[in-house]
Protein backbone atom coordinates (compact mmCIF):
# COMPACT_ATOMS: atom_id res chain seq x y z
CA UNK A 1 0.00 0.00 0.00
CA UNK A 2 1.25 3.57 -0.19
CA UNK A 3 1.39 6.12 1.44
CA UNK A 4 -1.13 8.51 1.75
CA UNK A 5 0.38 12.60 1.53
CA UNK A 6 0.09 13.78 4.83
CA UNK A 7 -3.04 16.59 5.27
CA UNK A 8 -4.42 15.21 2.10
CA UNK A 9 -7.84 16.55 2.20
CA UNK A 10 -6.97 19.80 3.56
CA UNK A 11 -3.97 20.74 1.27
CA UNK A 12 -7.46 19.78 -1.20
CA UNK A 13 -9.31 22.38 0.62
CA UNK A 14 -6.19 25.09 0.78
CA UNK A 15 -5.99 24.65 -3.06
CA UNK A 16 -9.33 25.25 -3.39
CA UNK A 17 -9.88 28.06 -2.08
CA UNK A 18 -6.84 29.52 -3.77
CA UNK A 19 -7.66 28.80 -7.06
CA UNK A 20 -11.18 30.21 -6.44
CA UNK A 21 -9.00 33.33 -5.28
CA UNK A 22 -7.34 33.16 -8.70
CA UNK A 23 -10.29 32.55 -10.85
CA UNK A 24 -11.90 35.64 -9.70
CA UNK A 25 -9.23 38.10 -9.22
CA UNK A 26 -6.42 36.71 -12.02
CA UNK A 27 -2.56 37.53 -12.37
CA UNK A 28 -1.28 40.73 -11.69
CA UNK A 29 -2.33 42.23 -8.14
CA UNK A 30 -0.03 42.30 -5.13
CA UNK A 31 0.89 39.44 -3.03
CA UNK A 32 -0.95 41.19 -0.09
CA UNK A 33 -4.35 41.44 -2.21
CA UNK A 34 -4.00 37.61 -3.20
CA UNK A 35 -3.60 37.17 0.85
CA UNK A 36 -6.74 39.31 1.83
CA UNK A 37 -8.52 37.50 -0.77
CA UNK A 38 -7.49 34.26 0.33
CA UNK A 39 -8.01 35.06 3.90
CA UNK A 40 -11.66 35.61 3.10
CA UNK A 41 -12.09 32.49 1.16
CA UNK A 42 -10.85 30.93 3.84
CA UNK A 43 -13.42 32.48 6.07
CA UNK A 44 -16.21 31.23 3.94
CA UNK A 45 -15.11 27.56 3.63
CA UNK A 46 -14.76 27.51 7.77
CA UNK A 47 -11.06 26.70 7.69
CA UNK A 48 -8.89 28.20 10.65
CA UNK A 49 -5.85 30.24 10.15
CA UNK A 50 -3.81 32.27 11.54
CA UNK A 51 -1.82 35.40 10.05
CA UNK A 52 1.77 36.65 9.90
CA UNK A 53 2.58 34.10 12.50
CA UNK A 54 6.33 34.65 14.31
CA UNK A 55 8.88 31.76 14.67
CA UNK A 56 11.92 32.54 16.55
CA UNK A 57 15.49 31.55 15.29
CA UNK A 58 17.42 30.49 18.05
CA UNK A 59 21.28 29.79 17.89
CA UNK A 60 23.44 28.02 20.69
CA UNK A 61 20.20 29.28 23.06
CA UNK A 62 20.44 32.95 21.62
CA UNK A 63 18.33 34.68 19.25
CA UNK A 64 19.35 35.54 16.21
CA UNK A 65 16.15 35.88 14.09
CA UNK A 66 12.06 35.83 13.67
CA UNK A 67 10.96 34.21 10.44
CA UNK A 68 7.45 35.31 9.75
CA UNK A 69 5.46 33.40 7.45
CA UNK A 70 2.43 34.35 5.75
CA UNK A 71 -0.52 31.71 7.45
CA UNK A 72 -0.94 28.54 9.10
CA UNK A 73 -3.58 26.70 8.43
CA UNK A 74 -5.80 24.65 11.05
CA UNK A 75 -2.57 24.82 13.12
CA UNK A 76 -0.71 21.97 11.19
CA UNK A 77 0.10 23.45 7.20
CA UNK A 78 2.49 26.98 6.43
CA UNK A 79 1.46 29.04 3.72
CA UNK A 80 3.59 30.88 1.87
CA UNK A 81 1.73 32.89 -0.82
CA UNK A 82 3.46 35.19 -3.66
CA UNK A 83 2.91 36.88 -7.22
CA UNK A 84 5.85 36.43 -9.33
CA UNK A 85 6.39 34.97 -12.76
CA UNK A 86 6.95 31.52 -11.53
CA UNK A 87 8.03 29.87 -8.02
CA UNK A 88 12.16 29.28 -7.67
CA UNK A 89 14.38 28.08 -5.41
CA UNK A 90 14.57 30.69 -3.28
CA UNK A 91 10.96 30.57 -2.41
CA UNK A 92 11.45 26.49 -1.80
CA UNK A 93 14.40 27.18 0.73
CA UNK A 94 12.06 30.49 2.50
CA UNK A 95 9.50 27.38 3.47
CA UNK A 96 11.64 24.85 3.80
CA UNK A 97 13.36 26.98 6.47
CA UNK A 98 9.50 27.95 8.37
CA UNK A 99 9.19 24.22 8.31
CA UNK A 100 12.67 23.04 9.83
CA UNK A 101 12.22 26.12 12.82
CA UNK A 102 8.67 25.10 13.83
CA UNK A 103 8.83 21.56 13.27
CA UNK A 104 5.98 21.67 10.70
CA UNK A 105 5.61 18.73 8.32
CA UNK A 106 3.59 20.43 5.43
CA UNK A 107 4.02 23.70 3.50
CA UNK A 108 2.82 24.99 0.59
CA UNK A 109 3.83 27.46 -1.38
CA UNK A 110 0.74 29.28 -3.42
CA UNK A 111 1.78 31.24 -6.66
CA UNK A 112 -1.02 33.69 -7.94
CA UNK A 113 1.24 35.63 -10.49
CA UNK A 114 1.38 33.04 -13.31
CA UNK A 115 -1.38 32.85 -15.66
CA UNK A 116 -2.32 29.51 -14.05
CA UNK A 117 -2.75 29.38 -10.51
CA UNK A 118 0.55 27.43 -9.48
CA UNK A 119 1.33 25.68 -6.07
CA UNK A 120 3.70 23.34 -4.56
CA UNK A 121 3.86 20.84 -1.76
CA UNK A 122 6.70 20.67 0.54
CA UNK A 123 7.57 18.61 3.21
CA UNK A 124 9.53 17.73 6.18
Known sequence: ????PIYKELSYQI???AMEVH???GPGF???VYEEAFKVELELNNI???SQAV????YK???VKDYICDLIIDDKVIIE???IKAIGDLDRAQILNYLKVTNYKLGLIINFGSTSLEYERMVY
Open 48 to 50: KYA
Open 81 to 83: LKS
Open 30 to 32: LEK
Open 61 to 63: NRH
Open 15 to 17: VGC
Open 55 to 58: FPVN
Open 23 to 25: KVL
Open 1 to 4: MLDQ
